[in-house]
């Protein structure tokens, strides 16, 4: 009986829609806006992979000098969303001369999580190599929502500065100790035991890719996902170089991506600092 309590409480505390009541309308939002930036702005599929889940939607912004890149992993628990429901923050990365990438990959439980890590660790190579050779010298800025930002930790974990540039990390309200799911309806399709859960835990694997993150989560959000964030701002300061830890006032773990791209929020001012290389 404590084990099912003990686990009904877990899956309350990530449950991110349990302090978000209108987050159907949020996903909603993200599907309109990426609509309309498909519609405004040109893009273009770049496969990494034999799978059709293995690729990346691109938006190129014109500029003459070499446009900064921004490449973004979508969240959803790993079993839920698209890059095509993630290509919004277009919408303003483009407008202010910022190319945007949304990456796609296998959800569960089609594809076991270690999976979908390495994924994403070739779809950042190949999305690298292919704008690089586009763009010479552009800086490259990886970003991530929820899943998504635990799946770009897990690139930080893989990646050294040699093997795919990196200019720098935007975590948003990420689980990067996977061990309280265990035992939760959250793992029915991942499928994970304690030992695949730890191994797949960023905030316990070292930090080779050396670059400045911020790492924010939303005010409105569960103890359980700010203890998360904060525990691996605090893992990555000591292994790296930290920009910016914050709560992003009156935000919840779905609306908080808003702000992303938007430059009239210190969010998105700080995401675009990485961008251009400014202080």
Known sequence: MQDSINSEARAKAYSPSSVAPDFAKTIAEYESL??????????????????????????????????????????GYWQELSARVSCFPALQCVDEGISYAAIDYTLAPHASLGTIVGQCIRAVRTLCAFYRRRHPGARIVIAGSSAGAHLAAMLLAALDDIDAPLQGAVLLSGVYDLQPLVGTYINDKLGLDAPAALRLSPLF???????????????????????????????????????????????????????????????????????????
């Open 205 to 279: 694997l070292p930090v080779t890719a050396h670059v400045p993150a911020v790492v924010c989560w939303g005010e409105n959000e569960t103890e359980a996902f700010k203890r998360q964030s904060r525990d691996y701002a605090a893992r990555i300061a000591a292994n790296g170089r930290m920009a910016s830890v914050y709560e992003v006032v009156g935000r919840n773990h779905f609306d908080i991506v808003f702000d992303l791209c938007d430059p009239a929020t210190r969010l998105g001012r700080d995401t675009f600092q990485l961008l251009r290389g400014t202080p």
């Open 34 to 75: 990426s609509v309309l930036a498909s519609k405004r702005h040109p893009s273009r599929e770049i496969g990494y992979g034999d799978s059709p889940d293995e690729k990346a939607i691109l938006f190129e912004a014109k500029s003459a000098s070499p446009p900064p890149l921004l490449v973004f992993i979508h969240g």
